[in-house]
């Protein structure tokens, strides 16, 4: 669909991504390309709807007449992106304190959830619920469901295959603890997955489970609460800036997968490494019971050896429980984003076709229906809604992997501090003039 | 047929006492074979000194990448590192220095092999010594001696055990290091794909590239660690070649000793009429009839000399063995102080190439978290 595209959206020639704007920045009239420009909230704030800048899938100016009802419930969004993009939060939400729990059928863990709230939504200032691992999928089930325009956050892997791991060991426990509060931590960030009434009702009920066999579906407001369009509906062409978007993930994901695996490859090498060392080491200390004047420093170097392979273990150790899991996290978040981007291509292909119906038609004054509309509506939001999403999301990503790798480097570093510090204290010792024996 | 073989060129330079400056006084080319053949001289002619090894044949206790080839130029360099020393060894020993060979060597080109070999050394040499199993019954072997072959033979054991682990050691270094350069090449490609991230991605992945190649540079120092810990393993091998010798004379004088003792008994049972020893002859003349008094005579007077002589070279044995024993443990205290001087160096200097390796690793992922940190 190559009608006259609105500035910011590259062209079709063959740029690489790197030298296209970004497909969420530079709508406005600010820098799309550049430093540390974030996308503004310009983009979102301030402007009404219908706007010529916004970008919108079709290429052609946004539709004239849209219902009341979906630009103020966006109006509210806004609201509530500038509320939560300030200074003052109004929700805490915690994941600590595991504990085993074992019964007669199975054995569990569950995790404290504290939450903190000033919200109306809110009965009491705070509270504390425990939560185990398949409520927390419960949860993420019903946001998919009740929530499907915007970005779900991934839940750490529910089974872990790889070599034997011990479910209730507590690395493993911390390692899961940590993307769990991670998980809701993100939840808690979003301005419109925040307020929703299973994520409410997952931090506070007394019996949780009595609530997920209610079932009920509850009113929603407008524009929220968009019903999976189960198909028949094929879209044409993804817009551009989606389609960009997808691009992106996919690379993105590869890329991840080949860090994922190097990641590990290098644990591997680290821990063979580790075990000769381990036995090297020691070498030392038989030659030194041989050795009367050489006894002191050959054990003195024995010492050494085996103080940086610890120093190698804890790096070992570290890289596997707070690196690996938060790229696998990643690659799980691109999935499901990938999917969120298929289901707002049937709601276009729905639109469209409807359209396209309605067009077919022979009439006098051919007048859109209240049907096609509502469609029409739906996928606008849906589309600001992702696009809104999205930029969050790269935002937080940006964070997120910035933290990630300045922790990996960090680390290294201190491996290798540790190391330099052994082996400093280990010179005075070789360089000591032995008394005759 | 064609040979190829490698030839190391041996310059030598004397210091002019009176401006410190050297001056090339000799140069000529040996082959490998000639510095066996002229160790082998030493070993039988100084067998009270730990003479100095020669370095390995073959490549041994490789890692994966050093090439276990003799051809390999990185072997050869080693090698030849490790024949300068020899020589350097040879030429600041208070004694071996002085061998007229030795300098024949540094000096004579032509015609080396066929001097060395005319002094007949080979026929001088106990082939017992080189019988590495044969077991001795010595009754009295100098104690030090003893504890001494021990300790060569525990060393001989703990440093090649040392060896080949530090190059197991190095191999897996190797694949660490290596592997890291793989996210080089994944951060540019992801930094394609990225805005803002792009930038710090990219440079950190340069700086994974660089810390990859550092690895080369670092195991081939460590290299030079490993060699001076051979020379050693070699050297335990001198050191028991030394307590060999004086088991032997020991051995020697033993048997001497032993042998002395029952001629003079036999001449006084002869003498005396009475037999307390078994013999052969008297066996036969207990069977074939007595032997004249004539007979006897001559017989005892035959013992006497033979007594005579054994008690010389009894005594020379004695001499030479308490000389041996004399020289020989002062070169080994000597050799003592060189082995803890040289290897507390050889230990240093591996913990100033680790503390260089911790530095560069420092460097490097400090530059590499700054980059990230502009991310």
Not at chain 2, 342 to 363: F, N, P, R, T, W
Request: one cysteine or more; charged letters at 30%; aromatic letters at 10%.
């Amino acid at each position: 669909m190559a009608g006259g595209p609105p500035k910011a959206l590259p062209s079709t020639g063959p740029h690489s991504l790197r030298d296209m704007p970004h497909p969420l920045a530079g709508s406005s009239s600010e820098e799309a390309v550049g430093g540390d420009s974030t996308p503004s909230p310009d983009l979102l704030m301030g402007r009404s709807f219908g706007d010529k800048d916004l970008i919108l899938p079709n290429g052609g100016t946004p539709a004239g007449t849209s219902s009341p009802a979906s630009s103020s419930s966006l109006l509210n969004r806004l609201q509530l992106d500038d509320d939560i993009d300030g200074e003052t939060r109004d929700l805490f939400v915690t994941v600590d304190d595991p504990k085993k729990h074992v019964c007669t059928m199975e054995t569990y863990i569950t995790y404290r959830i504290t939450t903190k709230s000033t919200r109306v939504e809110f009965d009491l200032p705070e509270y504390s619920v425990r939560r185990r691992y398949q409520d927390f999928d419960w949860l993420r089930n019903k946001l998919e469901e009740s929530q499907p325009t915007h970005l779900i956050p991934p839940l750490p892997e529910k089974f872990v295959v790889k070599g034997v791991v011990d479910r209730f060991s507590e690395e493993f426990v911390e390692t899961r603890r940590k993307a769990l509060d991670k998980f809701l931590k993100r939840i808690t960030d979003h301005p419109v997955l925040s307020f929703n009434e299973h994520f409410n009702v997952f931090l506070t009920a007394k019996d949780l489970n009595a609530y997920k066999k209610q079932g009920m579906a509850l009113l929603t407001r407008v524009g929220e609460s968009v019903k999976h369009v189960t198909g028949g509906y094929k879209l044409r062409t993804r817009p551009l800036e989606f389609a960009a978007i997808g691009d992106y993930l996919d690379t993105f994901a590869l890329k991840l997968g080949t860090i994922d695996r190097i990641a590990q490859r290098i644990i591997k090498e680290e821990i063979e490494y580790l075990v000769e060392l381990r036995e090297y080491g020691p070498v030392y200390s038989t030659w030194s019971a041989l050795e009367g004047e050489l006894a002191e420093p050959l054990e003195g170097v024995s010492g050494c050896i085996g103080n940086c392979s610890t120093a190698l273990e804890e790096l070992t150790d570290d890289m596997t429980e707070d690196f690996l899991p938060v790229l696998r996290e990643y690659i799980l978040y691109s999935d499901s984003m990938k999917s969120v981007l298929k289901k707002r291509d049937q709601v276009q292909a729905e639109y469209e076709a409807k359209l396209e119906a309605v067009a077919l038609r022979k009439e006098e004054r051919p007048k859109v229906p209240a049907d096609v509309e509502k469609c029409q509506d739906r996928m606008e939001c849906f589309n600001a809604d992702l696009k809104a999403d999205m930029e969050r999301w790269q935002n937080n990503k940006r964070q997120d992997f910035r933290q990630l790798l300045m922790g990996m480097a960090d680390k290294n570093i201190q491996y290798y501090e540790k190391c330099l510090m052994a082996w400093e204290s280990v010179i005075p010792l070789l360089q000591e003039k032995q008394e005759a024996k | 047929m064609q040979e190829t073989y490698t030839a190391y060129l041996i310059e030598t330079r004397s210091v002019e006492h009176t401006d410190g400056q050297s001056v090339l006084t000799d140069s000529l080319w040996r082959r490998y074979s000639e510095f066996e053949l002229l160790r082998n001289y030493l070993l039988v002619y100084y067998p009270h000194i730990v003479v100095p090894p020669l370095p390995e044949k073959r490549a041994e206790f490789v890692w994966h990448k050093l090439s276990a080839d003799n051809m390999d130029p990185d072997f050869v360099e080693r090698r030849r590192i490790g024949l300068e020393n020899f020589l350097l060894r040879i030429a600041s020993h208070p004694i071996l220095c002085r061998d007229k060979i030795f300098y024949l060597f540094l000096t004579q080109e032509g015609n080396w092999k066929e001097t060395v070999n005319e002094t007949g050394f080979q026929l001088k040499a106990d082939s017992r010594l080189k019988a590495l199993n044969a077991t001795f019954r010595v009754k009295n072997p100098d104690k030090r001696f003893t504890e001494l072959k021990h300790y060569s033979d525990e060393l001989q054991s703990v440093i090649s055990h040392l060896l080949r682990v530090r190059a197991r050691v190095a191999d897996r270094l190797y694949g660490v290091y290596k592997v890291h350069g793989n996210y080089g090449r994944v951060f540019s490609e992801w930094s394609a794909i990225e805005k803002e991230m792009g930038d710090g991605l990219q440079s950190a992945g340069h700086h994974m590239d660089v810390y990859a190649s550092s690895i080369d540079d670092i195991l081939e120092d460590e290299e030079h660690y490993a060699d001076q810990l051979k020379e050693y393993l070699f050297y335990a091998e001198a050191l028991r070649a030394v307590c060999r010798k004086h088991e032997l004379m020991q051995y020697d004088l033993e048997m001497a000793a032993q042998d002395l003792a029952s001629k003079k008994q036999q001449c006084e049972e002869l003498a005396t009429g009475t037999v307390r020893t078994f013999s052969l002859k008297g066996m036969t003349t207990k069977l074939f009839g007595q032997e004249t008094p004539e007979q006897r005579e001559a017989r005892i007077k035959v013992l006497e000399e033979q007594i005579n002589e054994g008690e010389q070279q009894l005594k020379s044995k004695n001499l030479e063995g308490r000389e041996f024993v004399k020289n020989a443990w002062a070169d080994i205290e000597r050799f003592k102080e060189q082995k803890n001087r040289d290897l507390k160096e050889a230990l240093i200097s591996y913990a100033v190439m680790q503390i260089s390796m911790c530095k560069k690793g420092i460097q490097i992922w400090t530059n590499a978290k700054e980059c990230f940190s502009k991310m």
